[in-house]
């Protein structure tokens, strides 16, 4: 019974970047101050992009690809140790 | 035990960064915490709904776990199905509806009362993100009082449903408010929900930026300042008996309503009106919790 259409089963794959790469979207890039930090954490709870992990010196790390700029983390740190810096043309 | 948040840095979670949610999105903060405690044994069900868009277009998806999406209001009978059909093959998994508000107080509420009232084994969660926010703002019945929306231009004039009490009058075995201002709070009652058997409720209020005109930066503390000014106040039912999980840090509300343009030009007996609708809300909870049982 070969009607010659093609059949595309429509189940989506995951996939990092789903919607292409976010980190377009972004005016201010959030930057880690190390000597601020005291890992604590709570940027990454409260990153609704889960963008931040462990780097290799055990600091946050901000995965520049995919953050859409939106300022949570520095926003909830509380020593201030992120900046929200312009993103330069 | 409760949950720190090393415990949570532990577990692998079911979203991937680079989805199509606006920045500083409620909704995927609390999926991301929600993931992580349910595990990857977790099958969601997704009505339409701002987190149908947050997937991603055909053929990526961003979240990693297995989702079923479905029609408007169709997840909880979707989710009851979706439950036998696992108990049939004799798996065990969580079954998570993970719907908006739109989709659980306006339009899913049928589906939603049948499989309370069925008692299904699966956990029903609403993220309220107050609106129909991914057809452009409309009101929904989880509006609250005075907020503008595209369809409520001079303010809402209605009280918005008050849901979990809705579900918890099922009798069904667990109810709980959540805030993504509150990420322990909130993945303790995961915790709590996902150990538990029978139909479970959670209702997480949500921050939106864009249909509340609040700063992008500002979700947490907006979702913080819900609870802290009693505005959205935080508790569960567990098998009929309330608790209050957290206690509010006694902020005027005004700061909470500042915050964001959707309480914009709001006058001072406008708002001495909501406080005091606020503070009756809490002053019953307060009875509630000595009662033995609610309902």
């Known amino acids: 019974m070969g009607l010659g259409v093609p059949i595309i089963i429509p189940v989506s794959k995951p996939s990092k970047g789903a919607a292409g790469k976010t980190g377009l979207w972004r005016v201010e890039r959030p930057v880690v101050d190390e000597d601020k930090c005291i890992k604590c954490w709570l940027c990454w709870l409260y990153c609704p992009e889960d963008v931040i992990t462990e780097g290799p010196n055990g600091f946050p790390q901000i995965d520049y690809t995919f953050c859409k700029g939106c300022g949570v983390c520095a926003d909830v740190c509380p020593t201030k140790a992120i900046q929200m810096i312009k993103e330069e043309e | 035990m409760t949950l720190t948040i090393h415990d949570l840095r532990k577990e692998p979670g079911s979203y991937l960064p680079g989805s199509a949610a606006c920045p500083g999105c409620g909704a995927t903060l ?84 049948g499989a309370a009232e069925r008692g299904e084994d699966i956990i029903y969660v609403c993220y309220d993100n107050e609106a129909y926010m991914n057809t452009g703002i409309q009101r929904s019945g989880a509006t609250p009082l005075m907020a503008w929306t595209k369809t409520t231009p001079t303010g809402k004039r209605e009280m918005p449903k008050d ?54 930066s500002k979700t947490a503390e907006v979702a913080k300042l819900a609870v802290d000014t009693y505005f959205w106040p935080l508790y569960e039912i567990e098998n009929g008996k309330l608790r209050i999980t957290v206690k509010p840090r006694k902020r005027p509300l005004k700061e909470f309503l500042e915050l964001q343009d959707r309480f914009r030009g709001l006058s001072d007996e406008q708002i001495e009106e909501l406080e005091k609708i606020v503070m009756e809300k809490w002053n019953f909870l307060l009875h509630l919790e000595k009662s033995e049982r609610v309902f």
């Open chain 2, 30 to 113: 609390a999926f991301r915490i929600a993931s992580r405690v349910l595990g990857p044994n977790t099958v969601y069900v997704v009505p339409a709904s701002c987190f149908s868009v947050i997937q991603s277009p055909f053929p990526k998806s961003a979240i990693s776990a297995p989702l079923y999406n479905i029609a408007f209001p169709a997840a909880a009978a979707t989710a009851s199905g979706v439950y036998r059909a696992y108990k049939m093959l004799g798996r065990d998994v969580n079954v998570v509806v993970w719907a908006g508000d739109g989709g659980t107080v306006d339009i899913g509420i049928q589906a939603l009362s």
């Open chain 2, 163 to 216: 849901m979990p009490m809705i579900v918890a009058a099922h009798r069904v075995p667990y109810v709980a408010t959540a805030s993504v201002g509150y990420p322990f709070d909130l993945a303790n009652k995961f915790e709590k929900a996902k150990k538990m058997k029978g139909f479970r409720y959670i209702h997480i209020f949500s921050t939106c930026p864009p249909g509340w005109n609040s700063p992008v």
